[in-house]
């Protein structure tokens, strides 16, 4: 049996909400799939029915100062994170944390918004956006909003993000 039925690519934070909330079963973010993949694989993770790429949505690949803050897109690889002189100059443990992520191959791939859906306690990347105090912007169908990266946690492995509820991205002081 495959892992997903349908794969889809959109190109806005709006087609991936539609796409997210209105396909025939089980719909599920990707970007890097470094976790996620891996978990299907191995039956860790519920079955999916449709994987919806972020990858080609400009907003969540985004690396850039919006309102006097840092704005890292959760579909930034750790890769850019941790070699950008921007990151660097404004949250530079942020910086060093994604570089200490896996190998090469990993942080090619691999995002600071998966790092944050998959909320394991141990993830380098969620450990330092979590000290530095950054805000995830949540958006769904109805809105978007801002939330403390902790309130995000139910406990380890456990996200109290929703089905059609999408990580935009952080926010740094």
């Known amino acids: 049996m495959p892992l997903w039925q349908t794969y889809l690519r959109p190109h806005s934070v709006?087609?991936?909400?539609?796409?997210?909330?209105?396909?025939?079963g089980p719909a599920i973010p990707i970007a890097g799939g470094t976790d996620l993949l891996l978990d299907l694989r191995q039956g860790r993770h519920r079955p999916v029915h449709t994987l919806v790429d972020v990858t080609a949505i400009p907003e969540m690949t985004a690396l850039e100062i919006r309102r006097e803050r840092l704005y890292v897109g959760a579909a930034v690889p750790l890769r850019r994170v941790a070699t950008s002189s921007l990151v660097r100059e404004h949250a530079r443990a942020l910086a060093e944390a994604c570089d200490l992520i896996g190998g090469p191959q990993v942080r090619n791939v691999a995002t600071l918004g998966g790092?944050?859906?998959?909320?394991?306690?141990?993830?380098?990347?969620?450990?330092?956006?979590?000290?530095?105090?950054?805000?995830?912007?949540?958006?769904?169908?109805?809105?978007?909003?801002?939330?403390?990266l902790g309130e995000l946690f139910r406990g380890p492995g456990q996200s109290v993000?929703?089905?059609?509820?999408?990580?935009?991205?952080f926010y740094l002081p």
């Open 115 to 148: 790092n944050v859906a998959h909320a394991l306690p141990a993830a380098d990347g969620t450990i330092a956006l979590m000290a530095l105090d950054a805000q995830a912007e949540i958006a769904t169908l109805q809105g978007r909003r801002l939330s403390p």
């Open 161 to 169: 993000l929703q089905e059609g509820e999408l990580i935009l991205g």
């Open 14 to 24: 709006d087609e991936a909400l539609r796409a997210l909330t209105s396909v025939p």
